[in-house]
């Protein structure tokens, strides 16, 4: 019986690569969620959660996965359709043009991000913590996608 829960164990591990033991999943329905979440679980939050603008009723179904070991963080959120024109901010066009790792496709897949989806992304810089966040705006599908991933 020990053999087998072992074997089960590490078929586990091998499928899944280990990401639900690296990784830590936070959920949020809405902004009063995100706006009672931890001071834990805000230190995880990209820049955009932290500031003044008040999304209130705009944002929705907030998923924020975080690395605690290698500090990455990605995740992604529904948006209203008047969300995107109401946060004036910078948007370029996506040409599929981001160099990342497969390791960090693989992740960002798992959440549903697919390059064919995406039309715009934004980026912001985190200067204490010497990173840039990467937004990624489906707006088919009214979602943005978000990552603190290096480009290579």
């Known amino acids: 019986m020990l053999k087998i829960l072992k074997y089960i164990i590490i078929c586990l591990l091998y499928f899944t690569g280990c990401y639900n033991i690296e990784y830590v999943k936070n959920e949020y329905m809405d902004w009063e969620s995100i706006l009672n979440a931890t001071e834990s679980q805000k230190g995880w939050f990209p820049p ?15 998923e924020i996965i975080n690395n605690p070991s290698s500090m990455r963080t990605f995740g992604k959120f529904n948006y209203s359709d008047n969300f995107i024109n109401e946060i004036q901010l910078e948007n370029h066009l996506y040409l599929n043009d981001f160099e990342i790792s497969n390791y960090e496709k693989r992740l960002m897949k798992r ?42």
């Not at 039309?119 to 603190?148: G, L, S």
Request: glycine share 2%; hydrophobic share 40%.
């Open 111 to 152: 959440i549903g991000f697919r390059n064919d989806n995406i039309k715009y992304y934004f980026t912001e810089d985190q200067i204490q913590y010497n990173r840039t966040w990467y937004y990624f705006i489906d707006i088919n599908n009214n979602i943005i996608y978000f990552c603190n991933f290096i480009r290579m």
């Open 48 to 62: 955009f959660f932290k500031t003044d603008l008040s999304f209130e009723n705009s944002i929705f179904n907030i």
